[in-house]
């Protein structure tokens, strides 16, 4: 559960396109049969279906076979805007609370575990939204449907519950205050609002998160948690039919409420002058960020004005990374939107190392925004940025799991129609068009950084109303669906049954063809350099090689190089991408040229350096580096220069400034080649064509290095408690770890792997998170990993999670008394169960993803397997006992040797301890 921020990167209308999915199904979207009782049918664009029912609740149905999982999504019309004064933050606490139960689902957390669902919950300006992701069935269907008519009016928002989450809530709101650039925003939404509720972070403010009332929540949930408020989506494999009549049974004997909403009137008046603002605070970076007021999202400009940010903001091709980054003024520079229902803001900033002078990039940076109107887009500039959009849409057509999400923030606008009609505008927004919102809203006397100046013409931009959704939609005429795609079964059989196996050279290469939505294809290239003794000494000349390949070649500038990964659809890295069937084979020869000729250019390299230098001190005081850093000094047993070697923040700075480039050219001549090397496809292409490709491209590229794997030997380690000082710090880390000796083939290994997700990687309802967040409130987030060795005997439990300072050794006790508890009491049949049904269902569920496939395939060729044993791997934990989890647990886990660091404000820490004394 967690606070978003609706930041454009596409036009308004695309934003939820571009991190998430919106397609046409496979299958009709309207129903056969004859509708339920008072069900109405509404608009249907590409395979989604509209349908109210007659209390209100509108119902959107996507059908779509492409994969067997489901989303079920709620989405309602209430976000941080509709909060009154004292209350900041009440809809995002009211999104932890509706996890804490309802009615006929007491445990909601709990059987969201059982069942291996994704699920999670999101707050905006505008709305809140809940989802879930699961394996498709009749059975899990059902449920998520029946638990989301539930809590729709039944969540029980008790005061108990109000106790503990409001730490955690309040845990997550210093977390976001450890952050240099979430503080500057906040500070940049309340200076630039007067008086709309858009000024206000929809994680609220700290006082009101902590004295909230349970009875304004109540009455809050009461108003907007009602069916005439809220949208739901069902998009995956399921029954339509059946599907409908079912949400018509659970939703519709919910009451039309009886309630008015209320109305907001307030608008925004137009800024009559500059402002500016200081944030200070110990920190390793300087910031500067300007603000400008944008109309509405519903507003035409708006989709242009995405075009101006893009223009600006784009790296490595925009003109604010040429005239900032390239000549080096600053590290780093950004430019999105925040905007939604109502008028927001346009952000655009640099990041300046510390010690460096800001003036000068700040003035750079406002003349670079406010001379943008005088200096319209070119047409390379406009192409560019409208190939990228149409990229991201197509990308994002062609992932069925996300597209609840992806409609939330269209439904808040209004009608999730919207999203089509932004799509369509992006294909005729001009440059002349891009010139002139410029020069309308990126004025001085509408910028957030200066002072008042009082003279006789100030220059004000008046921000537009938004227009009817109606008068949008007039016009909209929405296009058929031409897209398809196979039923595939995501078992290892199936796997196995339609993957062919071949060796290209030194190359082990799995194929697996499969028809996929906009005839997408996956690459996964698993790439060996050097061995233990010729790497020794390197420092961070391997990690720069390796970040230099996309920075030019021989045959492209990094400006060129980007247009060319565009023009070939390719999304990812040299060596895990995606494309599409027709640009399968140029994406490969282009990886190949890229990974074989890179050119290394002086200029980015020093940028490169200097980038890496800003994020390496700006990491220097945040309590999870330093931790993090702590823990593995201590666990460390090999000398320095060994890659294995964990290094301390003067090292890698020493490192990095030692880097030449000559170093860089010297390795990548050594080191790189693709024999051995193991290669996995995945998707839509034609294997008999690709396989020679791949032999003709990677097959005899041979380093003159040696190649070894590089192994890890386990080691007993005494353990280590230490607290680290992160002064002005608001949240603090904690991070534990315990070495063992273990392997995946190990007996032991599916039991520890059962007990692990019981204990804290099983999500909310997992041991350590139920102790630590749901009762104790002391953490928003934290888990258990286990690691076993592939190839070696190097593995290791770990645990970790976030929490105030001043509750860093509550946390420290909590977590150590869980541990010993499952030591010494054992773990229960129901959780056994229950950890069995939520991991084999994760398991199926990332097969079905063709990037975790793809990464799959060449991990197990690496160590000569296949998804055999992943098979076999699978009935081992379905065949494991209470007896040998609780035995296999006991015999791994000592809490005596558990090693300990935690990091945070000790000031904070102690004046906490004085304030609430242990009893």
């Given at each position: ?155 029980f928002i ?16 210093e ?15 309340s ?11 929809t ?26 408020n ?105 430019s ?56 991201e ?23 999730w ?28 006397d ?198 294995r ?60 290095a ?24 608001e ?33 909310l309802?997992?041991r ?23 190839l ?76 055999e ?7 081992k ?43």
């Amino acid at each position: 559960m967690n606070s978003t921020l609706y930041r454009r990167g596409l036009p308004a209308h695309l934003i939820a396109g571009a991190f998430a999915f919106l397609a046409a199904g496979s299958a009709l979207s309207a129903p056969k049969a004859p509708l339920p009782s008072g069900v109405t049918l509404g608009p249907s664009v590409e395979g989604i279906t509209e349908y109210r029912l007659p209390n209100g609740l509108k119902v959107l149905l996507f059908p779509d076979t492409s994969r067997p999982t489901v989303t079920v999504n709620v989405t309602y019309l209430v976000g941080s805007r509709h909060e009154n004064y004292g209350e900041t933050g009440m809809a995002h606490l009211l999104e932890h609370l509706l996890f804490k139960g309802a009615k006929k689902n007491p445990d909601i957390t709990r059987q969201f575990a059982d069942r291996g669902m994704d699920f999670n919950g999101t707050t905006s300006l505008d709305r809140t939204n809940y989802y879930e992701v699961f394996q498709a069935s009749q059975a899990n269907l059902d449920w998520a449907l029946q638990m989301e008519a539930d809590r729709m009016t039944g969540s029980f928002i008790a005061q108990k519950d109000l106790d503990s989450e409001m730490t955690v809530v309040r845990n997550e709101f210093e977390s976001g205050e450890n952050s240099p650039s979430g503080v500057l925003m906040k500070r940049m939404q309340s200076i630039a609002y007067d008086w709309h509720s858009y000024g206000r972070s929809t994680i609220g403010n700290r006082s009101d998160i902590e004295n909230v009332r349970i009875g304004n929540l109540q009455a809050f949930y009461r108003m907007y948690y009602q069916p005439d408020n809220a949208v739901l989506l069902v998009a995956g494999k399921f029954d339509t039919n059946a599907t409908l009549a079912k949400i018509a049974r659970l939703f519709g004997t919910i009451p039309k409420p009886k309630r008015t909403l209320p109305a907001f009137w307030t608008v925004e008046p137009t800024q009559d002058g500059e402002r500016s603002f200081a944030v200070r605070r110990q920190g390793d970076v300087q910031i500067v960020m300007l603000g400008y007021k944008v109309p509405s999202s519903l507003h035409d400009d708006s989709d242009v004005m995405a075009f101006a940010s893009a223009i600006l903001g784009d790296v490595p091709t925009g003109r604010l990374h040429k005239q900032l980054v390239e000549t080096g003024k600053a590290s780093q520079v950004f430019s999105f939107g925040e905007t939604g229902y109502a008028p927001g803001l346009q952000y655009v900033g640099a990041v300046v190392k510390k010690g460096e002078p800001v003036e000068p990039v700040r003035a750079a940076l406002t003349e670079a925004v406010e001379s943008f109107g005088d200096k319209p887009p070119t047409n390379d500039e406009m192409a560019r940025i409208r190939r990228m959009y149409e990229n991201e849409m197509e990308r994002s057509l062609n992932d069925p799991q996300r597209v609840g999400v992806a409609l939330s923030e269209t439904i808040a606008l209004g009608d999730w129609r919207l999203f089509f009609t932004g799509r369509e505008r992006i294909k005729t927004i001009t440059a002349a068009e891009v010139a002139a919102v410029a020069k309308r809203y990126f004025k001085r006397d509408n910028r957030v950084t200066g002072t008042f100046l009082p003279e006789d013409a100030p220059q004000r931009a008046v921000i537009p109303p938004a227009p009817s959704v109606e008068s949008i939609l007039k016009e909209f005429k929405p296009q058929a669906s031409t897209r398809v795609s196979e039923d595939f079964e995501p078992t290892q059989d199936n796997i196995l049954k339609r993957t062919q196996l071949v060796t290209k050279g030194g190359v082990k290469l799995a194929l697996l063809p499969k028809k996929n939505r906009g005839e997408a294809v996956t690459v996964d290239l698993r790439q060996h350099i050097g061995d233990e003794k010729n790497l020794f000494g390197k420092g961070a000349v391997p990690e720069l090689t390796g970040a230099m390949l996309m920075r030019g070649t021989s045959r492209y500038t990094r400006e060129q190089l980007a247009d060319e990964f565009d023009r070939l659809r390719i999304a990812g890295s040299p060596t895990h991408f995606q494309t599409t069937r027709e640009h399968l084979a140029d994406a490969l020869r282009l990886v190949a040229h890229v990974m074989k000729e890179p050119a290394f250019p002086q200029a980015e390299f020093e940028q490169l350096r200097r980038q890496s230098l800003v994020a390496l001190e700006g990491s220097r005081a945040e309590p999870q580096a330093v931790a993090a850093r702590a823990l593995s000094h201590h666990f460390d047993q090999y000398p320095k220069g060994d890659v294995r070697h964990a290094n301390s923040f003067d090292e890698d700075l020493a490192e990095l400034n030692g880097a030449r480039l000559e170093d860089l050219r010297a390795f990548h001549r050594e080191f790189y080649g693709t024999v051995p090397a193991e290669m996995a496809i995945v998707g839509d292409f034609d294997a008999a064509a690709i396989a020679p490709l791949v032999d003709e491209l990677f097959g005899a590229w041979k380093p003159q290095a040696n190649v070894a794997p590089i192994l890890r030997r386990h080691a007993d380690v005494a353990p280590l408690k230490t607290t680290l000082d992160t002064p002005d710090k608001e949240n603090g880390f904690y991070t534990a770890r315990l070495n063992l000796d273990l392997n995946i083939d190990d007996p032991d290994y599916p039991a520890l792997t059962l007990a692990n997700y019981i204990f804290g990687e099983g999500g909310l309802r997992s041991r350590l998170m139920d102790r630590i967040r749901q009762k104790d409130g002391l953490s928003y987030g934290g888990g258990s990993q286990l690691e076993a060795g592939d190839l070696d005997r190097a593995g290791a439990f770990g645990i970790s999670a976030i929490a105030a300072p001043q509750n860093l050794q509550r946390l420290d006790a909590a977590i150590r008394a869980e541990l010993a508890r499952a030591v010494k009491d054992g773990f229960t049949a129901a959780e056994l169960a229950g950890a069995k049904s939520g991991l084999m269902q994760q398991r199926q569920q990332t097969r079905s993803d063709d990037g975790a496939l793809a990464a799959g395939w060449t991990s197990y060729l690496y160590r000569d397997r296949t998804y055999e044993w992943s098979r076999q791997f699978e009935a081992k934990l379905m065949a494991v006992t209470l007896p040998q989890l609780n035995a296999a647990f006991r015999k791994a886990i000592d809490p005596s040797k558990l090693s300990v660091v935690m990091a945070g404000d000790q000031d904070k820490a102690k004046a906490g301890a004085k304030a609430n004394p242990a009893p």
